[in-house]
């Protein structure tokens, strides 16, 4: 018998103590996407990493697939920095724009 993944996700972020609105906020999705990966079958390997840094919980024992064992018999979670794509948009966007900001004071003043 296959396993539910949306299932499995949902019971643990309902222990964890999270509400749908706060993993939608959390996810930059709205709560419809939620319920979506919810009731999905199978759920690709980027939202179950990305579920578990937002709820603190580490996947791997429930899907031992999507994680890669070392060989000290560890799991390597690094590809879940990999999940982070918009948030790293985010900052870049907002560095560029700090940027922009101080040099744009710096012309003020010397205009002055």
């Known amino acids: ?8 996700v949902e019971i643990l972020v309902r222990k964890k103590g999270f509400s749908i609105t706060e993993l939608a906020q ?8 939620v319920y979506q990966w919810f009731n999905r079958k199978e759920l690709n390997a980027d939202i179950i990493h990305r579920i578990g840094r937002i709820v603190d919980h ?3 024992n ?6 890669q064992k070392t060989n000290s018999g560890n799991y390597d979670t690094r590809n879940r920095e990999m999940m982070r794509p918009n948030q790293n948009r985010v900052n870049l966007w907002k ?9 744009y004071i710096q012309l003020l003043s010397t205009e002055q």
Do not use: T
Request: glycine share 2%; proline share 3%.
């Open 58 to 60: 580490d996947f791997s």
């Open 62 to 67: 429930e899907f031992p697939e999507y994680f």
């Open 1 to 8: 018998m296959q396993k539910h993944h949306g299932q499995i």
């Open 26 to 33: 959390h996810s930059d999705v709205s709560r419809s996407v």
């Open 95 to 103: 560095d560029k724009y700090i940027v922009l900001l101080e040099q």
